[in-house]
């Protein structure tokens, strides 16, 4: 988008292609999980319940960093109720243009990457 010779002031950056959240937290569930079981799901508020109970220690917690965006946002971003036009950014990107839906490997990508960086 940098590049672009149309480049715009403002652009809305997020993968074009729609898919569910549950899907993707299925994925993540299984790859996280152990060899005979997936994780577990629950409920987003009784996760946030959790997060704030847990630790206030952001070296110990890391979601309490973002505690705030959690609580008013993330639902409203992560589930669809907030769509963002990415016609303009998809006109001047190629890269956005051939992107895909979030698949396995994808996933199996980030899970690879967060255990590399000790976060898993």
């Known amino acids: 988008l940098l590049f672009s010779n149309a480049f715009r002031p403002i652009y809305h950056v997020e993968n074009p292609s729609r898919q569910s959240w549950s ?6 569930a299984v790859l996280l999980g152990n060899f005979n079981e997936s994780l577990p799901i629950i409920p987003f508020q009784d996760w946030l319940r959790v997060v704030k109970l847990h630790n206030d220690d952001p070296e110990k917690n ?23 036009s990415t016609a303009r950014s998809r006109q001047d990107s190629p890269t956005l243009v051939r992107s895909t839906a979030l698949d396995r490997r994808h996933l199996e990508e980030y899970v690879q990457y967060w255990k590399e960086m000790e976060v898993l």
């Not at 979601?63 to 669809?80: C, N, V």
């Open 23 to 28: 899907g993707v937290l299925e994925t993540f």
């Open 62 to 84: 890391p979601a309490i960093k973002i505690l705030p965006f959690l609580e008013r946002d993330f639902l409203r971003h992560a589930t669809g109720d907030l769509i963002l």
